[in-house]
T-cell receptor
Framework: DAGVTQSPTHLIKTRGQHVTLRCSPI?????VSWYQQVLGQGPQFIFQ???????GRGNFPDRFSARQFPNYSSELNVNALLLGDSALYLC???????????????????FGPGTRLTVL | AQSVTQLDSHVSVSEGTPVLLRCNYS??????LFWYVQHPNKGLQLLLK??????LVKGINGFEAEFKKSETSFHLTKPSAHMSDAAEYFC??????????FGAGTRLTVKP
C-alpha cells in the first residue's frame, strides 16, 4: 500500500517568491495535516483539514494557506517567502478521530517524507 | 493549552545498555500521547501510542512507555539499545482538538 506522498522532494526559492507544496494521503484517509520542521527542532503544526474543511490552524502568519481537494489531497501555499521559511514541510494523513478501547479517542497520523524548502 | 517537554536534548548509551528518554506533558484534557522516531533523511515513524487504555504501552522494536498521570510523564524505555536505534525521538501530545504538539526532540546516540 502506498503511504503518504509529497511533492516535490526538494525546492529552492528566493525571498519574496511563492511556493506550492503537494500531499497525497493514504487511500481512505480523509484528514490531512501540515507541519513545519526547522532544522534542529520538532515539527510545528500549521494546518489540519478534514473533509475539505479547515479543522485547525497553528500559530503561523496569513502568508501560509492550504486547501484540500475532493480526492482528499492537499496543497500548502506560502506567499512572500522569507529566509526563515526554510524548513522541512511534513504532511500527515489520518482517518480522523479514532475511538480507543477505553473510550478515549485519538488521531493517529501517518507522515510523508517531507519537502525540503530552501529560501535564498 | 497542550505542550510537551523532552528533558534531554541528547542521550548517549552503549550498545546493549538500557535506554531512557524522558517526556513530561501538559494538557487541559485527557490527552493522547505518542512517541515518534525520525531517522536521518527518513520520515517520522510511530513507535507507540497511549490512548487511555493500559498505562504501560508496548511499541515496535522493543520500546515501551509508561503513562503516569500523577507525574504528567510519558517516558520511553528500551531494555537493550541497538546500533539501529540511533535517531531523533519526538514525544507528542494531542488533545481533543487533534492538532499534535511535538517536543523539541531527543537525539539518541548508540556507541559500539
Amino acid at each position: 500500500d502506498a503511504g503518504v506522498t509529497q511533492s516535490p522532494t526538494h525546492l529552492i526559492k528566493t525571498r519574496g517568491q511563492h511556493v506550492t507544496l503537494r500531499c497525497s494521503p493514504i487511500s481512505g484517509h480523509k484528514s490531512v495535516s501540515w507541519y513545519q520542521q526547522v532544522l534542529g527542532q520538532g515539527p510545528q503544526f500549521i494546518f489540519q483539514y478534514y473533509e475539505k474543511e479547515e479543522r485547525g490552524r497553528g500559530n503561523f502568519p496569513d502568508r501560509f494557506s492550504a486547501r484540500q481537494f475532493p480526492n482528499y489531497s492537499s496543497e500548502l501555499n506560502v506567499n512572500a517567502l522569507l529566509l526563515g521559511d526554510s524548513a522541512l514541510y511534513l504532511c500527515a494523513s489520518s482517518l480522523g478521530k479514532v475511538m480507543g478501547i477505553a473510550g478515549g479517542s485519538y488521531n493517529e497520523q501517518f507522515f510523508g517524507p517531507g519537502t525540503r524548502l530552501t529560501v535564498l | 493549552a497542550q505542550s510537551v517537554t523532552q528533558l534531554d536534548s541528547h542521550v548517549s548509551v552503549s550498545e546493549g545498555t538500557p535506554v531512557l528518554l524522558r517526556c513530561n506533558y501538559s494538557s487541559s484534557y485527557s490527552p493522547s500521547l505518542f512517541w515518534y522516531v525520525q531517522h536521518p533523511n527518513k520520515g517520522l515513524q510511530l513507535l507507540l501510542k497511549y490512548t487511555s487504555a493500559a498505562t504501560l504501552v508496548k511499541g515496535i522494536n522493543g520500546f515501551e512507555a509508561e503513562f503516569k498521570k500523577s507525574e504528567t510523564s510519558f517516558h520511553l524505555t528500551k531494555p537493550s539499545a541497538h546500533m539501529s536505534d540511533a535517531a531523533e525521538y519526538f514525544c507528542v501530545v494531542s488533545d481533543q482538538f487533534e492538532d499534535m504538539r511535538f517536543g523539541a526532540g531527543t537525539r539518541l546516540t548508540v556507541k559500539p
